[in-house]
């Protein structure tokens, strides 16, 4: 079971705005940055945020991402259709000396 | 281009073996520490081991510890992960990921996936 525990399910109708929490502990989230993946059905998932807060090229600054002490949270800002998708975070776990990721999140735009 | 190509996946019966490869093209494949992940049908992704760039520190899951090897040969720039003792728990969608551009725990090249289905 994973370590890192979000929300099973998020929904809003498009152009709100969603946000998806991620609680870990101290040998994790407290420790380590946070990433975020997105996951369509059948596909690979795609890293959406890493460090935290940072944007990789490409992806539409609508997402957002923070952390503070032992949770962080991705937000989607003006929710389109094409966001309907599952939500992962995801984090290096000292005490396990292995990568840890949240129990994921499937977001429903309504 | 970066890619990562899994192969080796297919219907092994309990308590069976299985070798999985991860094919790497499009950077320098020895530079970058490399991870298998997995995803049970509908459930969420699961971490499962990850090898140093020279392949000299390893670790994996619990629920893998000793029945799973992971190994990497730089030269044909190929992963792999050896799996034995497979029990039905090990049925999933097995990827292979790598963080290239922003730290090494933040993957940002992913394999498409090779199914592994432990069936009698």
């Known amino acids: 079971q994973s370590v890192l525990t979000q929300p099973p399910s998020a929904s809003k109708t498009p152009g709100q705005r969603v946000t998806i929490s991620c609680s870990g502990s101290?040998?994790?989230?407290?420790?380590?940055?946070v990433s975020w993946y997105q996951q369509f059905p059948g596909t690979a998932p795609k890293l959406l945020i890493y460090?935290?807060?940072q944007r990789p090229s490409g992806v539409p600054d609508r997402f957002s991402g923070s952390k503070s002490g032992t949770s962080a949270s991705l937000a989607i800002s003006g929710l389109q259709s094409e966001d309907e998708a599952d939500y992962y975070c995801?984090?290096?776990?000292?005490?396990?000396?292995?990568?840890?990721f949240g129990t994921g999140t499937k977001v429903t735009v309504l | 281009q970066v890619q990562l190509v899994e192969s080796g996946g297919g219907v092994v019966p309990p308590g069976g073996s299985l070798t999985l490869s991860c094919a790497a093209s499009?950077?320098?494949?020895?530079?970058?520490?490399i991870h298998w992940v997995r995803q049970a049908p509908g459930k969420g992704l699961e971490w499962m081991s990850f090898?140093?760039?020279?392949?000299?520190?390893?670790n994996y899951a619990d629920s893998v510890r000793g029945r799973f090897t992971i190994s990497r040969d730089n030269s044909k720039n190929t992963l792999y992960l050896q799996m034995k003792g497979l029990t039905t728990e090990d049925t999933a969608v097995y990827f292979c990921?790598?963080?290239?551009?922003?730290?090494?725990?933040?993957?940002?090249?992913w394999g498409q996936g090779t199914l592994v289905s432990v069936s009698s």
């Open positions: 990921a790598t963080g290239l551009r922003h730290g090494g725990h933040a993957f940002d090249v």
């Open positions: 499009g950077f320098s494949f020895s530079s970058f520490a």
């Open positions: 090898i140093s760039s020279v392949g000299s520190n390893k």
């Open positions: 101290s040998s994790n989230i407290g420790t380590y940055t």
């Open positions: 460090s935290n807060n």
């Open positions: 995801a984090t290096w776990d000292g005490s396990l000396n292995g990568s840890v």
